[in-house]
């Protein structure tokens, strides 16, 4: 019976399970063996398989993580390594690759290197990944920010105070900016934005004095902060502290990183449906024989070939690599009209 492998890498993205449990059931339909691979691109150099039938996934699709693990593995970035991952896989027909930008680029270094047909699925909260609209976790991340600013504008109103709150997305704005908007956050900083230390903290002294005039007198002030932005967290905090202590009568101002308290939780809807969906398209174009490609989520806009799922498209991994390392260093049109769209909240989100 012909067998395929998936494995999850990278930082792990709530939804990944759901995708697990799609894969086996879609591949259990079609009279499939799948083979997890534990621990991600280290498990398959490894060869560390256990067969996921759908028993052994029953009940998975609504927990955040992943039930293989992950990993962020050196060892895969060489040839050699890339080449012991072919060699366990020689007996499989394929390789499904749930994960982020650096486990898509080793996916397609692995089909480019090896002849493995690899099939990608987008899995990061980082939403950084060229060819896809969102990626599994994006969602869910967003949601959990939102939650976790309005617990801290709670506090905030209570104590009249100031708080910056970074949120991962390494080096992409998108889950500050998306989520800045969604809270009605006062101020948004994000790399993109490219603004250094002074020209933020000015910016920014400007904004609690407006805050704070007495014919405005605002209970709390909210500012998202991508942690992609080079000022630490701690370093602005004091910054806007300062100003406040000299100019303010000692507003207090604090500082909180989410940190991977956004990784974690339970999938949402969206974040589930899109799984399934995606992970539908993968199984067919891998058993169908393709390769070095990326299933991507495309409610919207042209481009890519085809599914079954008019949502989903496939696109090639040096595709979704370089509109990824352009979404990246802002010369994606992608990355321009999110930092315009931001651009046109600038002037409101203070008052
Ligand atoms: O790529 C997902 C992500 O959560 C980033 O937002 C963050 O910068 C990074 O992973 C943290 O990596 P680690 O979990 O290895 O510390």
């Known amino acids: 019976m012909p067998g395929i492998a998936v494995l999850t890498s990278g930082g792990d993205a709530p939804g990944m399970n759901a995708a697990l449990h799609a894969i086996v059931k879609l591949c259990a339909a079609r009279g499939v063996d799948v083979m997890g691979v534990e621990q991600g691109y280290d498990g398959l150099m490894a060869g560390r398989f256990r067969p996921l039938r759908p028993q052994d996934v ?23 390594g890339r080449a012991r991952a072919a060699q366990a896989l020689e007996s499989l027909d394929g390789l499904l ?6 486990s898509l680029t080793g996916a ?11 099939i990608g699925l987008p899995a990061s909260i980082d939403n950084d990944l060229g060819c896809t609209a969102s990626a599994i976790g994006v969602d869910t991340a967003l949601n959990t920010i939102v939650d976790a600013c309005d617990r801290i504008a709670d506090t905030a109103r209570a104590h009249r105070r100031v708080f910056v709150v ?3 997305g390494r080096q992409c704005g998108y889950l500050a900016m998306a989520s800045s908007i969604a809270v009605g956050a006062d101020a948004c900083l994000y790399r993109e934005q490219g603004k250094g230390e002074a020209h933020i903290v000015a910016e920014l002294e400007a904004l609690l004095r407006r805050a704070y005039a ?7 002030v909210l500012i998202l902060k991508a942690e992609g932005v080079e000022l ?38 969206q974040d589930r449906m899109i799984a399934g969906r995606l992970s539908a398209a993968a199984v067919g174009a891998l058993l169908g024989g393709s390769t070095d490609e990326m299933v991507g989520w495309q409610p919207w806009t042209e481009g890519g070939i085809d599914t079954r799922d008019p949502s989903v498209k496939r696109f090639g991994l040096a595709q979704v690599l370089d509109e990824t390392r352009a979404l990246l260093d802002g010369t994606s049109p992608v990355t321009q009209r999110r930092v315009r769209q931001m651009e046109t909240y600038a002037g409101v989100m203070g008052i």
Do not use: C, W
């Open 58 to 80: 029953d009940g998975i699709g609504h927990m955040g993580g992943t039930l293989l693990g992950s990993a962020r593995s050196k060892g895969f970035r060489t040839p050699a």
């Open 97 to 102: 690759v749930i994960g982020g930008n650096g």
């Open 108 to 118: 397609h270094l692995l089909a480019q290197e090896t002849g493995v047909r690899v």
């Open 166 to 168: 970074e949120v991962m």
């Open 214 to 220: 007495p014919e405005r007198n605002k209970l709390e």
């Open 232 to 269: 630490p967290t701690p370093q602005l905090v004091r910054r806007l502290q300062d100003f406040s202590d000299r100019e303010l009568g000692g507003v207090d101002v604090r500082g909180t990183v989410l940190g991977h308290v956004v990784r974690g939780g339970n999938p949402s809807y």
